[in-house]
């Protein structure tokens, strides 16, 4: 402890020295000098020098100065050795959020900041006297080609900006905008994951089930054909089937797949399933979740100036509500929805190539989006134009799918898979809807020839009874993950031709007859 008194005479100047010094020191008249030793520290005026006595323990230090008196009592208090080795003791490390979900938090924030500008610019401008407002306009008037400079060299910056965070996408080579890294978009991907987790927790099939081995061996098997693109290779697959009669399927940027078992009953076959995991699979790939919010990042920004300009010129509130309305509108049906529709048309050609490595029978692929297209047709369901959707519609889906099957079936030959059989699924699939159209028709004549036809199935999945029992029964006849010794002969991939049978007849050269479902293997 230490017992300060002072009592301060004529000056305020004091020094610190310490009292083991043995040498004296003289600085400007000051005298210091070692004491013996005793158990008490004591100081005493005089003229121009302070003595000192202290015990060896004491610690060093002596307050002195010319015509100033200070005592100090000093107890030096023992103190424990410290440790050999350093000790750090920090605080836990704090995550901070991803600046993809900052955005999407802080974007309803930006649009209210807008709003609230420009509401109180034209409640500013309202208030101001009619000499007041002729003079800003004078001023804006003469300041004209000043502001569009700096108009200018603002959008000249921000496209400097927009040019550094210009990236090549993978597979394809395009040029695209990407704002979020991939890095941080992943971090926003484990926090989707853990949150479909959750909500799909009751719901999730067992990996026991061979509804999910079916789809995690198909998954695996397209993961290891296309090893040798960095984006797949990089990436661990895994799959999650949840007990839902939504046809939907979709895959993270972590590699998480989630497939419906709507989806599994709506295929015909393995390679219909081989193609939509292949679609699924290139949206993440490619990135095209990172890329799509990172357009929605830049029309957002520049929405905001339009936005306020829309509250501030409005002359009332709910004008300025519908143009908001108006301007949200537009910037979906000219930005968002084609980029959307575009970024599906690359999915499809991707995914087609990733099928065709895997040695799937890609013309399946524009068969599936027939079967949609008559699914939603006989269920009613309503259908909006493609200009209002955010994907292709079904018609130009198949098209599309139909131009590059040649390109996927090169490919596919190139991967030594092993042939395709001479019958075209596309054919028999045309032939089996024309029959069915021609049972309906007859039908309603209600004509004898009718009596002996089978009746128009209500939906495709009826279609396809079976479908589902017969692609699980030919899980056995998926090839392992382990497809290097396995290739070199005959690939056990595709499903045998009387495994996948379906119950509605349709023609054939011979018979007249032939099964919409079956496989053509």
Same mark, same amino acid.
């Given at each position: 402890?230490?017992?300060?008194?002072?009592?301060i005479l004529r000056s305020s100047r004091f020094c610190s020295l310490s009292a083991h010094l043995t040498r004296n020191y003289?600085?400007?008249?000051?005298?210091?000098?070692?004491?013996?030793?005793?158990?008490?520290?004591?100081?005493?005026?005089?003229?121009?020098?302070?003595?000192?006595?202290?015990?060896?323990?004491?610690?060093?230090?002596?307050?002195?100065?010319?015509?100033?008196?200070?005592?100090?009592?000093?107890? @030096?208090?023992?103190?424990?050795?410290?440790?050999?080795? @350093?000790?750090?003791?920090?605080?836990?490390?704090?995550?901070?959020?991803?600046?993809?979900?900052?955005?999407?938090?802080?974007?309803?924030?930006?649009?209210?900041?807008?709003?609230?500008?420009?509401?109180?610019?034209?409640?500013?401008?309202?208030?101001?006297? =009619?000499? %007041?407002?002729?003079?800003?306009?004078?001023?804006?008037?003469?300041?004209?080609?000043?502001?569009?400079?700096?108009?200018?060299?603002? /959008?000249?910056?921000?496209?400097?900006?927009?040019?550094?965070?210009?990236?090549?996408?993978?597979?394809?080579?395009?040029?695209?905008?990407?704002?979020?890294?991939?890095?941080?978009?992943?971090?926003?991907?484990?926090?989707?994951?853990?949150?479909? /987790?959750?909500?799909?927790?009751?719901?999730?099939? =067992?990996?026991?089930?061979?509804?999910?081995?079916?789809?995690?061996?198909?998954?695996?098997?397209?993961?290891?054909?296309?090893?040798?693109?960095?984006?797949?290779?990089?990436?661990?697959?895994?799959?999650?089937?949840?007990?839902?009669?939504?046809?939907?399927?979709?895959?993270?940027?972590?590699?998480?797949?989630?497939?419906?078992?709507? /989806?599994?009953?709506?295929?015909?076959?393995?390679?219909?399933?081989?193609?939509?995991?292949?679609?699924? /699979?290139?949206?993440?790939?490619?990135?095209?979740?990172?890329?799509?919010?990172?357009?929605?990042?830049?029309?957002?920004?520049?929405?905001?100036? &339009? &936005?306020?300009?829309?509250?501030?010129?409005?002359?009332?509130?709910?004008?300025?509500?519908?143009?908001?309305?108006?301007?949200?509108?537009?910037?979906?049906?000219?930005?968002?929805?084609?980029?959307?529709?575009?970024?599906?048309?690359?999915?499809?050609?991707?995914?087609?190539?990733?099928?065709?490595?895997?040695?799937?029978?890609?013309?399946?692929?524009?068969?599936?989006?027939?079967?949609?297209?008559?699914?939603?047709?006989?269920?009613?369901?309503?259908?909006?134009?493609?200009?209002?959707?955010?994907?292709?519609?079904?018609?130009? %889906?198949?098209?599309?799918?139909?131009?590059?099957?040649?390109?996927?079936?090169?490919?596919?030959?190139?991967?030594?898979?092993?042939?395709?059989?001479?019958?075209?699924?596309?054919?028999?699939?045309?032939?089996?809807?024309?029959?069915?159209?021609?049972?309906?028709?007859?039908?309603?004549?209600?004509?004898?020839?009718?009596?002996?036809?089978?009746?128009? @199935?209500?939906?495709?999945?009826?279609?396809?009874?079976?479908?589902?029992?017969?692609? &699980?029964?030919?899980?056995?006849?998926?090839?392992?993950?382990?497809?290097?010794?396995?290739?070199?002969?005959?690939?056990?991939?595709?499903?045998?031709?009387?495994?996948?049978?379906?119950?509605?007849?349709?023609?054939?050269?011979?018979?007249?007859?032939?099964?919409?479902?079956?496989?053509?293997?």
């Amino acid at each position: 402890m230490v017992l300060l008194y002072v009592n301060i005479l004529r000056s305020s100047r004091f020094c610190s020295l310490s009292a083991h010094l043995t040498r004296n020191y003289k600085q400007a008249g000051l005298h210091v000098k070692k004491a013996p030793f005793s158990s008490q520290i004591s100081c005493y005026r005089t003229t121009n020098s302070v003595h000192l006595r202290s015990p060896q323990t004491a610690p060093h230090l002596l307050l002195c100065s010319n015509g100033r008196r200070a005592c100090f009592q000093i107890t @030096p208090k023992p103190t424990s050795p410290l440790p050999s080795g @350093p000790h750090f003791h920090t605080s836990a490390p704090v995550r901070a959020l991803p600046a993809p979900l900052l955005w999407l938090l802080l974007k309803p924030l930006q649009k209210i900041t807008a709003v609230i500008l420009g509401r109180s610019i034209r409640k500013w401008w309202v208030a101001l006297p =009619p000499n %007041r407002q002729h003079l800003m306009r004078e001023w804006i008037r003469h300041r004209r080609w000043h502001l569009i400079s700096g108009a200018g060299v603002a /959008m000249v910056i921000l496209a400097l900006l927009l040019l550094t965070h210009l990236d090549e996408s993978p597979v394809t080579g395009r040029t695209r905008l990407l704002v979020f890294s991939r890095e941080k978009y992943m971090e926003l991907a484990a926090l989707t994951s853990e949150a479909y /987790m959750e909500e799909f927790a009751e719901l999730l099939v =067992p990996v026991t089930d061979p509804r999910h081995q079916v789809v995690e061996r198909l998954v695996q098997h397209l993961a290891e054909r296309n090893k040798d693109i960095p984006e797949v290779s990089d990436v661990s697959w895994s799959v999650h089937v949840v007990q839902s009669p939504n046809v939907n399927a979709f895959v993270l940027p972590d590699g998480k797949v989630f497939m419906f078992t709507g /989806m599994l009953e709506t295929v015909a076959d393995v390679h219909q399933l081989t193609v939509v995991l292949g679609h699924e /699979m290139a949206h993440a790939v490619l990135g095209h979740s990172a890329e799509q919010a990172s357009l929605s990042h830049v029309v957002d920004l520049l929405s905001l100036i &339009l &936005l306020t300009a829309i509250w501030a010129v409005c002359p009332r509130d709910s004008l300025a509500v519908l143009g908001h309305w108006v301007q949200e509108k537009l910037s979906q049906l000219m930005f968002s929805r084609p980029y959307s529709r575009k970024l599906e048309a690359e999915a499809d050609r991707v995914g087609l190539q990733l099928a065709a490595k895997a040695c799937a029978d890609v013309r399946a692929g524009p068969v599936f989006w027939q079967q949609m297209e008559i699914r939603d047709q006989l269920t009613g369901e309503t259908t909006v134009p493609e200009w209002m959707s955010t994907h292709p519609s079904h018609r130009n %889906r198949v098209t599309q799918l139909d131009r590059l099957v040649p390109q996927a079936l090169e490919l596919r030959e190139s991967c030594v898979c092993p042939a395709l059989p001479a019958t075209d699924p596309r054919v028999v699939f045309t032939k089996s809807v024309r029959v069915m159209l021609e049972v309906a028709k007859n039908q309603g004549r209600g004509g004898p020839e009718g009596a002996h036809k089978p009746p128009l @199935p209500r939906s495709p999945a009826s279609l396809l009874t079976g479908l589902p029992a017969a692609l &699980l029964a030919q899980n056995d006849l998926y090839p392992s993950p382990n497809l290097d010794q396995e290739m070199k002969g005959q690939v056990s991939f595709i499903a045998s031709e009387s495994a996948v049978t379906a119950s509605v007849p349709a023609p054939s050269e011979g018979e007249g007859s032939q099964s919409v479902g079956q496989s053509t293997s």
